[in-house]
Structures are given as C-alpha cells and as structure tokens.
C-alpha cells in the first residue's frame, strides 16, 4: 500500500479530499439529525481504518447522503442516537459477515431502474429536510423521511411552515451558496485551471462565513443567529477528545427494531459501497479491479468501530473517490492521509468550523440532492420505456409514501413483474404452414423456457387443430424447465387422440441438461 515514490502525489490528493470531504461531513451529519461532531468522526473512520483495510487503491469512505433517510427516521423510532449506534456496530458486523461469505456480487441482482429510484428519492427527501436550516428557521424540522402522511402534521406541512419566518441572513448565504455551486458546473469555470482546482463546497464555506462576518459587522439585524451555526466540541487534549466521544447503548439489545435497522443499513450502505467501487475502477487509470469481499470486510470494519465512537454509518464515497482521482492519488495512502487532516482539524480549527453557516451546508446537500434527483434522469429513464421507468417511479413514490425499505422491495415486486411478463410472451417462434393439405406447425423454442412459460405453451397447444404435425425444435435451448418439458411429452403421447403428429428435435439433448 505505502510507496514512498508516491508519497507526494497521495499527500496533495488527501489534502484535496480533505476539503472536498469536510463540509459533506458537517452537512451530511446535519441532514441526518446527527451531532455535527459525528459526521466527523465517521470521515476519520472511514479514511484511516476502512482505507487500511481495503484492496482499492482510490476509494475514499466516509458518512454518505444515501443512508439519510435510513438514519432520520431510525433515530426517530429508536428514540435515541446511542441506541442507533448500536445498530450500525451490528450493521458493520452483518458487513464483515457478508465479505466473509463472499456476497461482494449482491449489487448485480439489484435492477438498475430501482438503485437509480432509491437514489432520487433520496435526492429529493435531502432538498425538502434541508430547507429548514436553508431558511435559516428550525421550528419544525423534518424528523423522518415521509414527506408525505395522512394526517398532514408533518412533511410537506412542515416545509411550509418554516416560509413563516425566514431569517434574512441564513437566506441570503443559502442563495449565494447555490450560486457558487450552479456555476461551478459551468464549462468556463471547469476550463479555468485555477478556479477547477478549488472544491465548490470549500469555497461555499469560506464566503460563507465571511458574508456571515460582514453582516455581524456592518448589518447587525440580519447576523445568522448563534443557534444557526455549526457546534463543536472544543478540545484542549486527547483526554478531552476521548471523554467527548458517544457510545452505544447497549442496554437497547432487547429492541428489535435495533436488528432491523442494522440489516437495512448493512444492505443499502454494501449496495452503495459495490456502485461507487465499480464507479471508481472505472475512474482509475490503471483500470484495477477492487475486491468485492474484501471491501465488504472493509466497510463492516468502519462501520463497528464508527458505531462504537458515535459515528455515522460509512460507505464508499463517489464524490470523494473521484476527487481523489482527479488530484492525483496513487494509493489508499492518500485516503489515509485525509483522515489524518480531519484529526488536525478538530484540534487546532474547532473555533472556525464554528463560524459556518448551516444553510451554507443546507445548499451543499441541495445541490447533492438536485445531482441524484435530476429531470434529465427521470427523461431518460421515461425514454427507455415502461419496463424500466415504472419500477423507477415506483420506487421513489413509495419510499417518500413509506420508507426507504419497502420503496425498495416494491420496486424489485414491480420490476420482477416486467421480467416475468417478457419471458412470457418470448418463449418460442411458430411458422404456421400448409403442405399437402394439411397444417404443419413449426416451434422454435427460445434460448431459456422456464416454468413461468407453461401457460402459453398450455394454450398453444390446444390451439393446433386435429391432423396437424408440429415440429418442435430446442436446438436453440440451453435451459428448458422440467415443467415444460413434461407438457411437451405429454403433448406429444396424447396427439394420437386428435390425429397430431409431434416431431422433438434437439429436446432429448436439452432435457439431459436440465436434469443436471
């Protein structure tokens, strides 16, 4: 892993990271419902120890904006943030279990359409929880993930609320804050050398807190309140830093609700951490392939010990793995190395992380949510048809109805069906044609014929009319189901009754196969 020949090139790609990381981790934290020092601690966690671990050169972990609807409302139902430690301590444990087992290849059974569903409806439960803190009024923050309930007391009635009273201040570094983060995206900023090289998110939090400044100096009346700023605790040691930490609480091991949470977290943050590691060798300009397994094993290590400190649950990181890429690192040496920052930084910059505006961190979170929620993407995937925007709408329509789980499975329920209705309809070709007087059916059966073609094989069947001969060739089949199988040989002994005459070409040959 450490090669002193790049040590140089992970130095500067840490340092990059670090400020790319540090105001995601604050805003991340704050999206959740978590303390802000919690966010913290989950990016040291998962840059030293999940880094140390893991066979990727470039993946850089930390708390991740996928899992805020899972921790929003698991800290809700659990009643406390120590008990929720308990469940992502079991969640890393149900990790390392899964990399153990070899279950690194579960993020390829999961349909596209879904993941990018669960993905947008994140997105857009991240824009609506963080207007809040936008606006700079926090009477009646979102405190799960519904935003939508029967009784109308809270989602979308809650956002509306905080438009009662808006503090000027908040409003107006929220809105140069996504301002510099739109033109950041521009193609005349990305040409420009010098302003490419500075993290949109670093800069939203420098002129943040240099507006907030101003205002406290200048115009007094509109100054973003006390209570409106991010807080850490100070540390005059180790000892202090130590003493500061949350723990589980391990008396909450009766809750079962503590387990069912932890599986929720272990699935969703293992599918996330598999879609950016694959996203992220295909970044690497040595084209290496991470480890599936052994980055499970990584992730689940981050996760017990993030639990345990009272940090947040850790995934592989996209945003900040390709920042990663792009500043140049060689090796886990530069995720390392940006852990290494954090831990600085809470000594020797807790007095100036506490000047940052939360609706500076409330417009980073925004712009996170519009990029997984974008209306180009729902334009995509309306253009690749019903089969895929259904389970994808779906998805994000049950997930803000309910939650994230059964948004989930609803969507896996809808995409199944579309799988199940092609192989219906596709389980063979048939060229109906007359010689000699008399009908001659020819049955070209598909590459695979499972069970779930019975019905139209059933009704095909007793479609031909008496006298016919059908010829009925596998010769394409790799698979054909013994279900199937049974009604072609059970068509073919009663056709004497009817006068058909059944011809099996290549089906002996494939029915071999099917027993094995």
Known sequence: MFKPSTLKYDIKAGLVVFLVALPLCLGIALAQGAPLFSGIISGIIGGIVVAAISGSKLSVSGPAAGLTSIVL??????????????????????????????????????????????LSAIGIVLIMTQIPHFLGDDKNP????????????????????????PNVGSVLIGVVSLFILVAWEWKIIKRNKILSQIPSALLVVVVAIVIDLLFSN???GIEVKEEH????????????????????DFSAWRNSKIYEIAIVIAVVASLETLLSIEAVDKLDPDHQVSPTNRELIAQGVGNLFSGLVGGLPITSVIVRSSANVNAGGKTQMASIIHGVFFL?????????????????????????????????????????????????????LVMLFTDLLKGVTVGILVAIFFILKQNYKLP??????????????????????????????????????????????????????KDILEIISGFKQSGHIHRITVVLEEIEEVKVLSNH
Do not use: C
Request: charged letters at 15%.
């Open 344 to 396: 600085v930084a809470i000594f020797i910059l807790p007095s100036i992380l506490q000047l940052i505006p939360l609706s500076a961190l409330a417009a980073v979170l925004i712009m996170t949510g519009y990029k997984l929620a974008r209306p180009g993407l729902f334009k995509s995937m309306y253009r690749q048809g019903l089969d895929q925007f259904l389970p994808f709408i779906i998805t994000i």
């Open 142 to 165: 979102m405190t799960d993930e519904v935003l939508f309930h029967v009784d109308n007391r809270s989602g979308f009635s809650k956002i509306f609320k905080t438009f009662d009273s």
């Open 428 to 481: 063979f070709k048939i060229i109906k044609e007359k010689i000699d007087g008399r009908w001659n059916y020819f049955i070209k059966l598909s590459q695979n014929v499972t069970f779930i073609n019975k019905g139209k094989f059933i009704e095909l069947f007793k479609s031909i009319p008496a006298g016919a001969k059908v010829h009925i060739d596998g010769g394409r089949s790799t698979f054909i189901d």
């Open 218 to 220: 200048f115009f007094p």
């Open 73 to 118: 409302a698991a800290v809700t139902s659990l009643g406390s943030f120590e008990a929720f430690l308990l469940s992502v301590s079991i969640a890393g444990v149900i990790q390392i279990t899964l990399g153990v087992l070899k279950a690194g290849i579960i993020g390829y059974y999961f349909p596209t359409a879904v993941i990018k569903g669960m």
């Open 229 to 248: 700023l991010v807080k850490l605790p100070m540390f005059s040691g180790p000892q202090d830093f130590f003493s500061s930490l949350l723990h589980p």
